[in-house]
């Protein structure tokens, strides 16, 4: 019989992180591992106001499955994935942690990597990108200065973006990805792309609010940049939608309910022709080390999160000047400290 079992941390922020909804200083996370007795898997979920998400409710919806979970040794992960959703529909942070933690479990018990039940080759990881949060301008140049970094997402949803871009621009030559996090219109989009071509910008995510289908429609036909659905792509039905109205997504895990779901949503992109990215909330080591497993079938990713922490309470993978570095443990690799 399987055990399981939930942490709550509460992690500090290096620094205030900004978007244009709000400002983070404190991540609040639930850390779910289940074990057989020799092996153990983790996964996570973070505390997110935007997604109606906190440590109470991740906490209790795990609790609400403890028995389905604990008496399924027997499963393949996606069986698992398939038992428990019917039983958390309003919670999928909650349940992709369960997922994460149950495909960890697996690979441990099978002592393979857990990237190896998806990949052939790691080589073809994405370089992952380095958030700069909304400041001062002179507060995101010195982070740009402090950590050089080959591409970098920039946030954005002022009433100075452009000006914001052009100065990020004169202390670095790396690549900008753009992300407005909802904040703009239609008529800003279309006055800012061309300009935030000029400045090598490679995407746009999420310039409109997430329901703003038939705008995001018409922007695509006319936007000079490819543009990135995030909040309009949360689960595996939403992607339909977005290979009318925008040129890829963004899949992150706590969405759409785990590793499983996000495999299925991979190939769906593809079959739509829509390029694929992969992000992250601000989350440990945890969290980050079982996104990554998927990177090798992706186009981009984000999966800098833990960077933002002022202290992690993992080990696992690592990011070297963008650069991917998996643990070459079985699962994904990591230990909480």
């Known amino acids: 019989m399987l055990k399981l079992n939930t942490l709550s941390y509460s992690l500090s922020l290096e620094y205030p992180f900004t978007i244009s909804r709000y400002t983070v200083t404190t991540q609040q996370i639930v850390i779910v591992s289940i074990s057989n007795g020799t092996h153990t898997g983790y996964g996570e979920a973070t505390a997110n106001p935007y997604y109606g998400s906190s440590v109470e409710k991740i906490t209790a919806s795990v609790e609400s499955v403890k028995a389905l979970v604990e008496n399924s040794e027997e499963l ?49 990881s994405p370089l992952s990108n ?11 140049q010195s982070k740009i200065i402090e950590n050089p970094w080959p591409i970098y997402k920039i946030k954005l949803g002022t009433e100075d973006d452009l000006a914001i871009v052009r100065a990020l621009r004169s202390v670095t030559d790396s690549v900008f990805r753009i992300d407005a996090n909802c904040a703009w219109s239609v008529d800003q989009t279309l006055e800012y792309a061309p300009e935030l071509k000029n400045l090598d910008v490679e995407f746009i995510e999420q310039p409109l609010p997430a329901d703003k289908w038939d705008d995001m429609r018409y922007l695509k036909d006319r936007c000079e940049l490819p543009l990135i659905a995030d909040e309009s792509c949360k689960r595996f039905d939403d992607i339909k939608l977005c290979a009318n109205s925008f040129d890829g997504i963004n899949i992150k895990l706590m969405k759409c309910g785990g590793l499983s779901p996000a495999l299925r949503m991979i190939d769906t992109a593809r079959n739509y022709g829509l390029k694929v990215m992969a992000g992250c909330m601000t989350e440990s080591t945890i969290g980050i080390s079982n996104l990554v497993q998927i990177a090798p079938l992706l186009d981009s990713i984000d999966a800098d999160g833990a960077l933002l922490l002022k202290k992690d309470i993992a080990s696992g993978v690592k990011l070297v000047d963008g650069r991917i570095k998996f643990s070459e443990k079985p699962g994904s690799g990591t230990s909480l400290f």
Not at 85 to 99: I, M, R, S
């Open 76 to 124: 393949l992960p996606g069986q698992f994935w398939n038992k428990l959703e019917p039983h958390l529909k309003e919670d999928y942070f909650a349940l992709c942690a369960l997922d994460c933690a149950f495909w960890d479990l697996y690979a441990r018990i099978n002592d393979r990597p857990l990237r190896t039940f998806f990949c052939s080759s790691e080589e073809q």
């Open 130 to 140: 380095y958030t700069i949060g909304i400041d001062e301008v002179e507060v995101m």
